[in-house]
């Protein structure tokens, strides 16, 4: 059985960093594609970065050079770290997963939605101005 449980959010000024974790089950420890997802409220649920079982990544525009996606196989945890947080960051953050390597869009480990059969309950970060 796959379970996925995420720890981390809270409350930051805009400016700081968070690190979420998401902690697995013995089954998303290696062969899995690994991914956060994000929903603010009102919005669609969006990708914002995804990393592959050989460890090749891909983030959202709108997170590219703030956000860190990391996985620790051994442990059987995901990390994003989340620096030069801004409002528009806010928002409940999920843990995604899926069986054997990522979906490939055009080369690149794919960030929709669909590509993903497990998911988090989601811990929520807000970033205040």
């Known amino acids: 059985q796959v379970w996925l449980v995420e720890s981390g959010g809270g409350s930051v000024r805009a400016g700081g960093s968070l690190n979420l974790s998401c902690k697995g089950s013995?089954?998303?420890?290696?062969?899995?594609?690994l991914a956060w997802f994000r929903q603010a409220p009102g919005k669609e649920r969006e990708g914002v970065a995804v990393i592959d079982t050989d460890g090749t990544t891909r983030y959202a525009d709108s997170v590219m050079g703030r956000f860190t996606i990391s996985r620790d196989n051994a442990e059987n945890t995901l990390t994003l770290e989340m620096n030069r947080l801004n409002a528009d960051d806010t928002a409940v953050y999920y843990c995604?997963?899926?069986?054997?390597?990522?979906?490939?869009?055009?080369?690149?480990?794919?960030?929709?939605?669909?590509?993903?059969?497990?998911w988090g309950h989601g811990t929520q970060v807000t970033v205040s101005s």
């Open positions: 995604a997963a899926d069986s054997g390597q990522c979906t490939r869009a055009r080369g690149r480990p794919s960030l929709s939605r669909a590509s993903f059969a497990y």
């Open positions: 013995e089954y998303t420890r290696r062969g899995f594609c």
